[in-house]
Each structure stands twice: as structure tokens, then as C-alpha cells.
């Protein structure tokens, strides 16, 4: 295995190459959703959402699999011999394909149920949600059998790869939000059956390239009981994980649709349309790091694995930091600039899942050392029986007359309670030093939050909204995240590493 050095410079080459990647698809997806929202209206834009949501329900059976496909692949590349690379791939991609069917069968006898009796959705758009969740469950499929491609690009860290496949999926978005602007038919059907044929050229492009430049991509049946066995087993004690994820997302998304209406529906859904663009810079950050921290302790470099854990902490928090700030001063303001009509309740929705998503990106690293160890049983009878919680209490808090954004307290509050057990079960597999994580992390994002927001808060408080409040106001809260964090947020080595970088970065400028 390469030493701490060159991977560290893995990291930062593939966490800029995703960078320029999700700098343009953020353009393209804030771009998309103004135009998809004024051409759809709010009622089918809500109508999209859930009916999506009420599909991606199903990867209760498929997201635990995936997570065991992907902790897999890498894992037998951070071995010394990887001869089993070919049999994982092909294990993969079969398990994929029965468990695709599967889908497909309880989809049809229970998803169609559920829209035609269960869900508030006005009788002249009936039919349409119907074509919707068929053309929604084919796409679903379509990626579903993508993953073990995905995943091989990700475990090889062929970031550049992954970038440019992105690049164009985003590109065919734009395109598709042109279409249903002019199309002369029912534009939420046809925007349905566009997003499918994204769909499947991206999983095509996905299958060229791996079997272009991966050995072990080349499929065979494959039955090896000791391996799907194995497989299995992982991804059953995942299970529980990736159900309450789904529950407390999708869950609380069809939650809304019973009690509110699909107006409120697509409110959430442009909350996570923000949240999809800011966050994808952290989960960028996370594409590059998670193969180093499962490698690591493949090879048994437990010190390592260590300082990737802390660091990924800490930075995912700051980065997601730095560009919410901003957007949690001026919701209102921006929602009204980058949409024509905005949604009741989006403000609020907006700021909440931006600070929800804050708290879970503390958690990411820690996600990525437990999966790693393969020992998840009791981290998800504890994590995942949390986190089921989500959908008990939002419920009952709804039902009791609660305002819809309530579901996003509860989950927020939740993902802190998480953190606890997490750092407390990964004590006790890899002796994750909790201490000293919640001093050097937690301790630390907690004083570089509250003294980054001290200054634009009190200065733009009562400020009304314009546009040069939001220049000022972005401009200052940029400066003092930045500022904090490196005086603060981080250690001397890392202000270092920071220094000497930004210089050679001015230097190359400068001589051009």
C-alpha cells in the first residue's frame, strides 16, 4: 500500500476533480429545478416527489446490498492479493439482477396499492401518478443494476471517471428540462420517461468504461455460496440502516403527503434540491476519502485510519459549513430569486434540512471505519434501531396537529443521539479514542460554528432583504468561516499543509 503521503495527495487530486465536476452540476441542478418547477407547477412537482419517494421506498432491499457491494470491492483492494475481484464483481451484478425483480414484483402488488387507495393526490392526476411510478420504478432498476460499476470506478479511484460520467448525466438533465418546457404532451409523464432515459444511456456509459478498464468487470454467472453467504450477511445486519435512512427520508416525505397535501410536498422537495447541490460537495470529499479508510484497515494501518476519521469529521462539517451559512441568512431571499413561485413552508424546510445535514456529516467518516470492520451487527441493532424512531415519532407528532416541518426537528435531534452510539460502539471495535473525538472534533465544530455566525448575525439581523445585503452578508460569513477554521478548526500541520499549498497555487498564478 502506498504511504500516508501519496494518499493524501490521492485525496486532494480526486476531491478537486469532483469538485469541478459538482461545481457545474450544481449550476445545472439549481438551473433545472427552477425550470422543471415553473413547467411542471407546484401541484406535479409535489406529485413527482412523492410518487418517486413512494418507489425509492423499495431500496429497503437494495440499499443494504449496495453498501456490502461497494464495502467489498475496495476491501479486497486494500488486500495484498485481490484474486477475488472477478467473482465479487459477477456476485454483485447477479445479486443486483434477482434482487431487481424482486423489487419489481412487490412494486406491482404493493407500491400501486398504496398510490391508488393510500395517498392525497387529486383525482385528474391519478392516472398520470400512475405512469409516473411505473416509468419511476423502471429508472429505479436501471440504477439499481448500475451500482457494481459505479462502485468499481469508486474502489479504483478513477475519480476522473466518475466526474465526467456525472458530468454528462447532469448535462441530460439540462437537456430534459428544456424538453417538458416545450413539450405539447402531459409534461409530468414526459419528464418521467426523460429522467429514464438518462437513466439508461448513464448505465451503459458506466458498463463501456469498466469493462474498458477494470479486468475483474467482466460478467459470468457466478454462484459462490461462501461469498454471497458472506454478502449477505453484511448487507442483512445493513438492513436495518438503510430501512431507517429510507423511513426517515422517503418515510416522512409520504408522511407529508397524508397530512398536507402535495403542495407541502414540493416544498420539501426544493428544500432537498438545495440541499442535494451543497451537500454534493461534502459527498464528494467522501467519494475520495472512504476508499483510503477502508484500505487502511484492510492493511492494518490503524494510525492512519485514525487521522482519516478525524479529519473527514471535521472537514466534512466545515465545508458544508461555509456554503450553508450564507443560505441559512438568506433563504427567503434566494428561494424568491431562483424561483418564480415559491412553495409555502420552503424557508424553513430549506434551513432545516441544510442544519440536519451539518450534523450528519460529522458521522460520515465513522459510517465508512464501522463498515470497513465488517463487525456491524450490534452497531445496527443499536444506529438503525435509533434511527427507526424517525418515522414512529414524526407520525404521531403529526397526527397530533404538529407543522409539517416537525419531521426535520425530530431527525435532526435523532442524528445527534446517533453520533453518541456510534462514537460508543466504534470505541469498542477499533478503540476509537471517544475523548479525544469529541474535543478535537465535536468541541471544535461547536466553537467554530457559533463564532462564524456571531459577526453576519449580528450585523444583517434586521436588515432588509436586498441584494446587497446578500453580497455583504454572504461575502462576510465566507470570510469568517474561513478565517475560524484555519485559526481554530485547524491543527498546526493542517494550517501547514494549507500555507504551502495556497502559495504554490499563487506562485503558478502569478508567473502565468
Known amino acids: 500500500m502506498n504511504n500516508s503521503s501519496e494518499n493524501n495527495k490521492r485525496i486532494a487530486k480526486n476531491t478537486l476533480l469532483l469538485y469541478f465536476r459538482m461545481l457545474f452540476m450544481m449550476a445545472v441542478s439549481l438551473y433545472t429545478s427552477r425550470i422543471v418547477l415553473?413547467?411542471?407547477?407546484?401541484?406535479?412537482?409535489?406529485?413527482?416527489?412523492?410518487?418517486?419517494?413512494?418507489?425509492?421506498?423499495?431500496?429497503?432491499?437494495?440499499?443494504?446490498?449496495?453498501?456490502?457491494?461497494?464495502?467489498?470491492?475496495?476491501?479486497?483492494?486494500?488486500?495484498?492479493?485481490?484474486?477475488?475481484?472477478?467473482?465479487?464483481?459477477?456476485?454483485?451484478?447477479?445479486?443486483?439482477?434477482?434482487?431487481?425483480?424482486?423489487?419489481?414484483?412487490?412494486?406491482?402488488?404493493?407500491?400501486?396499492?398504496?398510490?391508488?387507495?393510500?395517498?392525497?393526490i387529486p383525482v385528474s392526476r391519478i392516472t398520470a401518478s400512475n405512469w409516473v411510478f411505473q416509468i419511476s420504478l423502471l429508472?429505479?432498476?436501471?440504477?439499481?443494476?448500475?451500482?457494481?460499476?459505479?462502485?468499481?470506478?469508486?474502489?479504483?479511484?478513477?475519480?476522473?471517471?466518475?466526474?465526467?460520467?456525472?458530468?454528462?448525466?447532469?448535462?441530460?438533465?439540462?437537456?430534459?428540462?428544456?424538453?417538458?418546457?416545450?413539450?405539447?404532451?402531459?409534461?409530468?409523464?414526459?419528464?418521467?420517461?426523460?429522467?429514464?432515459?438518462?437513466?439508461?444511456?448513464?448505465?451503459?456509459?458506466?458498463?463501456?468504461?469498466?469493462?474498458?478498464?477494470?479486468?475483474?468487470?467482466?460478467?459470468?454467472?457466478?454462484?459462490?455460496?461462501?461469498?454471497l453467504k458472506q454478502m449477505f450477511s453484511f448487507a442483512g445486519w445493513n438492513f436495518i440502516g438503510t430501512a431507517s435512512a429510507v423511513l426517515r427520508d422517503q418515510g416522512g416525505n409520504i408522511l407529508i403527503n397524508l397530512f398536507n397535501g402535495p403542495i407541502v410536498n414540493a416544498a420539501r422537495g426544493i428544500a432537498f434540491q438545495v440541499n442535494n447541490a451543497i451537500q454534493g460537495f461534502v459527498n464528494n470529499f467522501m467519494i475520495a476519502l472512504n476508499p483510503q479508510i477502508t484500505k487502511s484497515y484492510a492493511a492494518n494501518n490503524h494510525k492512519y485510519m485514525m487521522t482519516l476519521i478525524f479529519q473527514g469529521a471535521r472537514l466534512s462539517f466545515y465545508m458544508l459549513l461555509i456554503l450553508s451559512l450564507?443560505?441559512?441568512?438568506?433563504?427567503?431571499?434566494?428561494?424568491?430569486?431562483?424561483?418564480?413561485?415559491?412553495?409555502?413552508?420552503?424557508?424553513?424546510?430549506?434551513?432545516?434540512?441544510?442544519?440536519?445535514?451539518?450534523?450528519?456529516?460529522?458521522?460520515?467518516?465513522?459510517?465508512?471505519?464501522?463498515?470497513?470492520?465488517?463487525?456491524?451487527?450490534?452497531?445496527?441493532?443499536?444506529?438503525?434501531?435509533?434511527?427507526?424512531?424517525?418515522?414512529?415519532?414524526?407520525?404521531?407528532?403529526?397526527?397530533?396537529?404538529?407543522?409539517?416541518?416537525?419531521?426535520?426537528?425530530?431527525?435532526?435531534?435523532?442524528?445527534?443521539v446517533c453520533l453518541g452510539a456510534r462514537l460508543y460502539m466504534l470505541q469498542k471495535i477499533i478503540k476509537l479514542p471517544t475523548k479525544v473525538f469529541l474535543k478535537k472534533v465535536y468541541l471544535n465544530i461547536i466553537i467554530v460554528s457559533t463564532l462564524s455566525s456571531i459577526t453576519p448575525i449580528l450585523l444583517f439581523r434586521n436588515t432588509p432583504d436586498t441584494l446587497s445585503k446578500f453580497i455583504l452578508s454572504s461575502s462576510i460569513?465566507?470570510?469568517?468561516?474561513?478565517?475560524?477554521?484555519?485559526?481554530?478548526?485547524?491543527?498546526?500541520?493542517?494550517?501547514?499543509?494549507?500555507?504551502?499549498?495556497?502559495?504554490?497555487?499563487?506562485?503558478?498564478?502569478?508567473?502565468?
Open 326 to 416: 450564507p443560505i441559512l441568512l438568506n433563504t427567503q431571499y434566494i428561494l424568491e430569486i431562483w424561483l418564480k413561485t415559491v412553495p409555502e413552508h420552503s424557508t424553513l424546510f430549506v434551513q432545516l434540512v441544510l442544519i440536519l445535514a451539518m450534523s450528519e456529516s460529522i458521522s460520515y467518516p465513522l459510517i465508512t471505519a464501522i463498515q470497513a470492520t465488517g463487525r456491524i451487527r450490534n452497531y445496527q441493532l443499536l444506529v438503525g434501531g435509533l434511527q427507526l424512531l424517525n418515522f414512529p415519532i414524526s407520525y404521531c407528532l403529526l397526527h397530533i396537529g404538529f407543522f409539517p416541518e416537525i419531521i426535520m426537528i425530530v431527525a435532526i435531534i435523532l442524528t445527534q
Open 38 to 120: 415553473n413547467a411542471l407547477g407546484v401541484e406535479d412537482f409535489g406529485i413527482y416527489n412523492v410518487v418517486g419517494g413512494v418507489v425509492a421506498m423499495f431500496s429497503l432491499l437494495s440499499g443494504s446490498l449496495s453498501t456490502a457491494i461497494s464495502r467489498f470491492i475496495t476491501y479486497e483492494l486494500g488486500k495484498e492479493e485481490q484474486g477475488n475481484l472477478n467473482k465479487i464483481f459477477s456476485s454483485a451484478v447477479t445479486i443486483q439482477i434477482t434482487l431487481a425483480a424482486i423489487i419489481i414484483l412487490f412494486a406491482e402488488l404493493i407500491g400501486v396499492w398504496f398510490l391508488n387507495t393510500q395517498m392525497t
Open 477 to 512: 460569513s465566507v470570510i469568517c468561516c474561513i478565517i475560524i477554521i484555519y485559526y481554530i478548526g485547524c491543527n498546526s500541520t493542517e494550517r501547514n499543509f494549507i500555507s504551502t499549498k495556497t502559495k504554490q497555487i499563487l506562485r503558478k498564478i502569478f508567473t502565468l
Open 139 to 227: 429508472t429505479f432498476v436501471i440504477n439499481l443494476i448500475s451500482i457494481p460499476y459505479n462502485a468499481s470506478i469508486i474502489a479504483h479511484e478513477k475519480m476522473s471517471a466518475f466526474a465526467y460520467i456525472s458530468i454528462l448525466e447532469a448535462i441530460g438533465k439540462l437537456i430534459t428540462a428544456y424538453f417538458i418546457s416545450i413539450s405539447p404532451i402531459d409534461k409530468l409523464i414526459f419528464y418521467s420517461f426523460l429522467m429514464c432515459v438518462i437513466a439508461l444511456i448513464i448505465r451503459f456509459t458506466y458498463g463501456y468504461y469498466c469493462r474498458k478498464h477494470f479486468d475483474e468487470c467482466t460478467y459470468s454467472f457466478i454462484w459462490d455460496k461462501q461469498l
